[in-house]
């Protein structure tokens, strides 16, 4: 959905990463380098929490790391924290009212952002 298109590379890294999310419970943040989860955040009440916890699992592997969410990301601001730390990519279901907002800030930060139209959130 975003002007940016992922490589077959990034593209196969997102998809070990949605894979990798999907067994994570609630506001489920994953962050992928090829098929290697470099961190991990789950169980916040708010999504933008569990973008912060996976970027400080993540630690210096979060550059160039691809990242999945389980559910829509409701603001931009879990977008503009993946960016500031060099995210590269981003899959999440989508669907959220604020949808345009959100692709904005992966078009922004020149990230590529894919929608599955299918969330994978687990209590």
């Not at 490589?7 to 994570?24: E, G, I, Y």
């Not at 604020?98 to 599955?116: C, L």
């Amino acid at each position: 959905v975003s002007e940016t298109r992922p490589d077959q590379a990034t593209m196969d890294s997102l998809m070990f990463a949605m894979r990798a999310c999907k067994r994570v419970k609630s506001n489920a943040i994953v962050l992928a380098q090829g098929s290697e989860v470099v961190g991990v955040g789950a169980g916040q009440m708010s999504r933008i929490e569990s973008v912060r916890i996976a970027l400080r699992k993540a630690g210096d592997r979060v550059q160039g790391s691809v990242l999945a969410s389980d559910a829509f990301f409701p603001f931009r601001d879990g977008i503009d924290a993946a960016a500031r730390h060099g995210v590269a990519a981003v899959i999440q279901p989508g669907g959220s009212v604020r949808d345009e907002e959100v692709k904005a800030a992966a078009n922004e930060h020149g990230m590529a952002m894919i929608f599955t139209g299918r969330r994978v959130f687990r209590h």
